[in-house]
């Protein structure tokens, strides 16, 4: 099928419906619960329990997603090879977020990163070491999980990023 007959095949046709009968009616949004399906992701939770990590891969295109994705956007097929991750990755991007301590109420200035980790086409949001201030954050800073003392089987198993030293050489100033 060529794109311009698929285009066309996908136009939205308005009809005119015939009103046949109105009722006044609420529709409380705030009071639904979601289901999340996490069942796609129990080979994970196992392997975090080993404190191991493992993406998903998709076996059309071979993206590699962590965490896991039910369906993969571009092909529209179910990732289902699964294969190992390193503990080591980068920072995608991060913002800042300024936390106000409840007690103290002082507001403090946390970076909030995406990691992606190596062997991953994908990255998520998550925290850096509590210890690292905003201003040393920066893209591309390369990070290390540190686990949780005891894994359960979900991503906060991976309690935060530490950060590890930076040996590129693209940031080295020239010395003319
Ligand atoms: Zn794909």
């Keep these: 099928m060529s794109k311009l007959t ?12 015939v009103r046949t009968r109105t009722m006044p009616a609420n529709w409380y ?28 891969q998709c076996s059309s ?18 990732p289902d090879r699964w294969v190992d991750l390193r503990e080591t990755g980068r920072v995608a991007t991060y913002t800042v977020a300024y936390i106000k301590d409840p007690e103290t109420g002082e ?14 086409d994908t990255s998520y949001p998550t925290q850096l070491n509590p210890d690292i201030a905003f201003k040393d954050t920066y893209v591309g800073m390369p990070i290390k999980v540190h686990w ?22 693209d940031i080295e100033l020239r010395k003319d």
């Design 6 to 17: 698929r285009r066309k095949s996908m136009e939205y046709i308005k009809k005119d419906y």
């Design 29 to 56: 949004l705030s009071s639904y619960n979601y289901k999340f399906n996490i069942t796609h992701m129990q080979p994970l939770r196992e392997k975090l329990k080993q404190k191991k990590i493992v993406g998903l």
């Design 61 to 78: 295109c071979n993206r590699v997603f962590f965490p896991p994705r039910i369906v993969c956007g571009k092909c529209m097929v179910k």
């Design 107 to 120: 507001v403090q200035e946390k970076p909030i990163v995406c990691a992606q980790l190596d062997g991953s």
């Design 148 to 169: 949780a003392e005891n894994p359960e089987g979900g991503l906060m198993d991976i309690e935060y990023y530490d950060a590890v030293e930076d040996n590129s050489k």
